[in-house]
């Protein structure tokens, strides 16, 4: 099974595969095409399309709104500190991502409960669980 999950539609060669493909089998399954290249079975998830976009629900607003806030804030943070930011990637500061979290969970009447301490010798121990 092959399917795109990256940013644009072009990072799967259809065009290439038709060509090269014995037979197509077109919607063998809902979202699902069937591509016979020598002895060997290749199924195309959503035509080649951005599965999550073409064969899901895509980005919901109750997503894409912590992504595009996350996005605004780490944009002024690097506004703020120009000039102190080495040239290289950085990760988003970990209070941004926590003050996006807090205010989400806020919109939803939550808040992030705080760990006991049994809960935090877990989290912390290689040793326990799985």
Sequence with gaps: ??????HFDVEINI????KIA????????????EYLVG??????LAQGRLINLAAAEGHPA????MSFSTQALAAEYVVS???RLSIKVHNVPEIIEKKVATLKLKSLGLK???????Q?????????GT
């Design 1 to 6: 099974m092959i399917c795109n999950s990256g």
């Design 15 to 18: 065009p290439a595969l038709k």
């Design 22 to 33: 014995k037979k197509v089998n077109y919607n063998l399954r809902p979202n699902i095409d």
């Design 39 to 44: 002895n060997k079975r290749l199924y195309i």
């Design 62 to 65: 109750s997503v894409m709104d």
């Design 81 to 83: 500190q120009a000039g």
């Design 112 to 118: 992030i409960d705080k760990l006991s301490a049994e």
């Design 120 to 128: 935090a010798a877990y989290l912390a121990s290689w040793e326990l």
